[in-house]
Structures are given as C-alpha cells and as structure tokens.
C-alpha cells in the first residue's frame, strides 16, 4: 500500500475525527446551526463533506495563513492570552460551513460553540490517531 502515505494517513484521521466533531455539533447545536434531518441522505453528504472541507483547510490553507500572518499573530495572541486563536478557528468553521449549503450557522455564539466542540473532539482524535509528523529522510 504504497499510496497510504503517512500524510494520506493524517488526512484520513483528520477526516474521521472531523466527522465525528461535525456529528457532535448537530446533536449538541440543534438551534443555532440549520442543517438537514438526520435521517435523510443529504444530512449525511453535508456532514461528509463539511468534514473534509474542515479537514483540507486546517491541514493546507490555515498553516499558509499563520505563516504570512505570524508576527501580527504572535502580537495579537500575546495581547489576548491565545484567544485570537479561537477565533481564527471560529471563522475557518464559518467560512467551512458557507461552502456545505446545507448547513447554515446563525451567528457568532453557534460558530464559536461548533468550534469549541471540533477542537475537543480534535484533541481526542489526536490522542488516538496521534499528531502530524513530517518524514525524515
């Protein structure tokens, strides 16, 4: 299985992770976040897919993001004893959600909950999948 790569393999956990993360939100966001009932198909493609979009931009766009923006991060997240960093985390989710139609926050305080909830479940999924390495050759 030579296509299983070990950054194929941190893709994949990070996709079931942010699976389970987006099942959670919808039980536990009920009101603050639309999204389709739960036993229709549909409901299971928006999660599929909001889970992946979750997924390849954590993994590939938000690490470009921090490194063109690291002096003013590092100031910022000083200033704000690392909450600027929840929030950066808050508007990936919104911004994941706005390309998955059928899911729709209704505002800050969902946004900011549905990430608190993927960051616990993403820490979980870190203790069981273990975290990103990069290959030394």
Same mark, same amino acid.
């Given at each position: 299985?030579?296509w ?12 079931v992770t ?9 039980? &536990? &966001?009920?009101g603050g ?10 409901f ?6 909001l889970?992946?979009?979750?997924a390849?931009?954590?993994?590939y ?7 063109i923006l ?5 100031? !910022? ?9 929840? !929030?950066?985390s808050? !508007?990936?989710f919104?911004?994941?959600? &706005? ?20 960051? &616990? ?8 999948f ?8």
């Amino acid at each position: 299985m030579e296509w299983l790569t070990r950054e194929v393999r941190f893709l994949l956990a990070r996709l079931v992770t942010n699976f389970f993360a987006v099942l959670a939100i919808t039980q &536990l &966001l009920d009101g603050g976040i639309g999204f389709p009932d739960r036993d229709t198909d549909s409901f299971w493609v928006a999660s599929l897919s909001l889970a992946a979009i979750l997924a390849g931009i954590n993994s590939y766009v938000r690490p470009v993001v921090q490194f063109i923006l690291k002096p003013v991060g590092c100031l !910022l997240s000083l200033l704000t004893f690392g909450f600027s960093h929840f !929030l950066v985390s808050a !508007l990936v989710f919104w911004i994941a959600t &706005l390309l998955v139609e059928d899911f729709v926050v209704s505002g800050v305080g969902p946004a900011l909950l549905g990430t608190l909830i993927i960051s &616990l479940v993403g820490a979980f999924g870190s203790l069981v999948f273990g975290k990103r390495r990069t290959e030394r050759k």
